[in-house]
């Protein structure tokens, strides 16, 4: 028997209202993918490709307008209270009541979501998000890393066995970025399904399992992150040789070669083919001397680049 997915998305379209006498924005144009248990799964796109338009549908914050989801196997229009429990989610935008304390925003929440008193762990959650010494300072005095932090201990009081982070680390700096990550892995060994929309795509090249990438509504990839980075098979080398180049220097080992400057050619080859050297010396054989040289591996930033066009 094979584990039913985390979530499911089926063809899941959102067209906001527009102004009067205007078609509004179409921001989700029929996406379906599944986000399989125990993983984390990256959701990549640029800026309004529509990634939180679709967490926010999960949440219950943003009403489709067609297509379904499932949440831990609970339909969010048959069974919202379930899938509603079975989902931690924490926003992109913060937004916290100044006047409450750490330790009271958890009870609050956990309050809100029915967690009779004795199952609650809000200090438990605070030593997790290492805010144990703030516990009795309002919201209002942390820094943002500290709020970003007591943000993901508020989407996990009723422990949810998925936990979603929207732009998580957007405007966050080096050391706390590192200390979300590490917390993040670790709710994940623990069982915790993870989903994470991000820019850094070195970011969720390292962390995530699987990587979904939207553009303009639409879902281009999903991928094993290993599979992904594969597809891109590629790399670029470039070169700057001793006179001017009438025309690229043409191989049929090289999978492409483009002039970048009078002396300058960037030659692109499959590294399962040919190594760099043996580019440079296929170079040298033209009876070019080669002055300077930098290579480079594709990384997702291609794969992103050549999936989007952008
Ligand atoms: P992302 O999170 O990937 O940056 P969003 O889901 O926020 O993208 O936005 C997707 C598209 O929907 C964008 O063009 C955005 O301007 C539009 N949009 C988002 N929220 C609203 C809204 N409340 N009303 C109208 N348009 C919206
Ligand atoms: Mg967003």
Redesign the pocket.
Known sequence: MTTPPAIRIDNLV?R??GAKGEE??L??KGVSFDVPQGEIFGLL????????????ILAGL?MKTSGSADIWGFDIDASPRNAKRSIGIVP?EIVFDPFFTPFEVLENQAGFYGVPKAQRRSAELLEAVHLSDKRDAYARTLSGGMKRRLLVAKAMVHAPPILVL??PTAGVDVELRRQLWELVTRLNREGVTVVL?THYLEEAEQLCDRIAI?NH?ELIANKPTRELVGMMGEKVVEITVDRDLAAPPAHAAFKKSVKKGDRTVEITYDKEAITAGQVLGLVQDMGLVIEDVTTREADLEDVFVQLTGA
């Open positions: 959102k906001y209202a509004g924005k921001a989700l796109g640029p800026n309004g490709a529509g990634k939180s338009t679709l967490i926010n943003v992109q929207d732009e929309t939207i509504g």
